[in-house]
């Protein structure tokens, strides 16, 4: 035991210093690791496998409602970039530029594309032509790069990978309604295979999507009662088929502009799951989302039939269909054990001698670690069982610590000191005047996270000027 001991002393305590506790997992999951290009990052294989299990499941989702993967251009024409004036004032100061090619300088400067809208926008303007070409829909897997001041690991790099639904719709109504089908999507796919509870709402003006008529958030809390954005969709109205000229004849055989929509989720959601289930002994996966759900680890492999038999129940549970995987290492059972434990790996069955006599094999959870001996005639049942009790459990967890740290503020004092003293969100009502956002913001670091669609009434007046109140709004600190 003083393998795991060693092992589990290596991660610095999640109360002592988050931060550290973060870069600790990430380096010692082996996630990721830092790259020469300063603010990239190296997404190592146990990192990747997450990304394309949130790929995988979110494709799927996407495709069951209408969505067609395609592929732009890594680069984008200053002229292109410039047509939608808010859109670009919004991504100038991040954007990386390509003035040569080869030796030569290039006649016009590239970007390398920060988000593909306008991309989007100058293919649809030669691809729509008639109300029979609509909708379209359309996403694309790709990469990202924004020059970020401030790096850290899967929640804000340079360069990201992510996904970016692009839609063309004949209607406004049309358009209203995929923009918020692409966000309950994602909110599902937070809940149902990530575990991660999420409020639902709109975004300040402030806060929207530069150049979109209305921004759609799902927010989530983290341990540290820090807020994260952990997907948007977008409504654009018509403001960037006017800029890029994207008509179409309609039925009644007269010119009409599209009306768009885009949608986004990327590798900060690995983040996510790190900052909302993990502990001071590293991952925790929910068994939805873990590349491997199941490790088996032989105890005293040495001796005669005990690795025979960790195999043998291996083939079973893959016959099940779980992901499972065998420790065969020459390690001491309890590095196993700690490895294990660092890796986030839902369950781990171990088997060895004792476990052979009593025809059993020891179930242990990540989540709680308990264990739980269970008959081998039972093995793929109970595993499977134990594994779904699991992911519920998670979120379950995960909803009683955000609700424990929600708060409701009616005065300004009261939501200046809530800030301060007791991280998570604050709920508080809003005039609707950016001058009190940016006030709550200078004066508390708390940005206006959105605006709930299941609205409350806290108060008849804004908690920052106390002027008649609009909205109840969704405060806190964020990453």
Not at 52 to 76: C, H, S, T, W
Not at 254 to 270: A, E, N, P, Y
Not at 288 to 304: G, N, S, T
Not at 381 to 401: F, Y
Request: aromatic fraction near 8%; include cysteine; charged fraction near 30%.
């Amino acid at each position: 035991m003083a393998d795991n001991k060693k092992m589990v002393e290596a991660i610095t305590s999640m109360d002592v210093d988050f931060a550290q506790w973060y870069t600790d997992v990430v380096k010692k999951a082996e996630l990721c690791d830092y790259a020469s290009v300063k603010g990239c990052m190296v997404i190592k294989p146990a990192g990747y496998a997450i990304w394309e299990n949130i790929q995988k499941e979110l494709d799927r989702r996407f495709k069951a409602v209408g969505v067609q993967n395609v592929y732009m251009p890594l680069f984008i024409p200053e002229g292109l970039l410039q047509k939608e004036k808010d859109h670009v004032e919004g991504f100038a100061p991040e954007v990386a530029w390509v003035t040569h090619g080869g030796l030569e300088p290039l006649q016009e400067r590239m970007c390398v594309r920060p988000t593909s809208e306008t991309l989007f926008c100058d293919f649809y303007a030669k691809d729509i032509h008639s109300y029979r070409d609509l909708p379209k829909v359309y996403n694309q897997w790709c990469s990202v790069v924004r020059w970020e001041k401030t790096t850290r690991p899967f929640l804000r790099s340079r360069e990201f990978l992510w996904q970016e639904g692009h839609t063309a719709h004949a209607t406004a109504e049309e358009a209203e309604a995929r923009t918020i089908q692409m966000l309950n999507v994602y909110a599902d796919f937070c809940e149902e295979v990530l575990a991660i509870p999420v409020v639902k709402g709109q975004k300040t003006d402030k806060e929207k999507f530069a150049g979109a008529e209305a921004t759609y958030t799902i927010e989530s809390l983290m341990h540290d009662g820090k807020a994260l954005q952990s997907g948007t969709s977008h409504n654009f109205g018509d403001g960037f088929a006017k800029a890029f000229g994207i008509q179409f004849t309609d039925k009644d055989n007269t010119l009409k502009f599209v009306h768009q929509t885009s949608w986004g989720m990327t590798t900060r959601m690995i983040g996510a799951l790190i900052m909302v289930h993990g502990d001071d002994n590293g991952l925790v996966l929910p068994p939805r989302i873990a590349p491997v759900q199941v490790m088996i680890v032989p105890v005293q492999q040495q001796k005669e039939g005990v690795l025979d038999k960790a195999f043998e129940l291996q083939d079973r549970l893959i016959q099940a269909g779980l992901a499972v995987k065998t420790d065969d290492t020459d390690k001491s059972p309890g590095w196993k054990f700690a490895d294990c434990e660092m890796r986030g790996i839902p369950v781990r069955v171990e088997i060895g001698p004792k476990d052979m006599e009593k025809n059993q094999a020891v179930l242990v959870r990540r989540d709680t670690h308990e264990k739980l001996p269970v008959s081998l005639d039972e093995l793929e049942e109970r595993v499977s069982e134990l594994l779904e009790r699991i992911q519920k459990d998670m979120l379950e967890r995960a909803r009683a610590h955000r609700e424990a740290h929600t708060y409701t503020a009616t005065g300004w004092e009261e939501l200046k000191d809530i800030v301060n003293t007791k991280p998570g969100f604050v709920k508080a009502m809003w005039c609707g005047c950016q001058e009190c956002e940016d006030q709550i913001k200078e004066e508390t670091g708390a940005t206006s996270r959105c605006m709930p669609f299941e609205q409350e009434v806290l108060s008849d007046t804004c908690v920052c000027c106390g002027k008649p109140a609009a909205k109840m709004v969704y405060w806190g600190r964020a990453y």
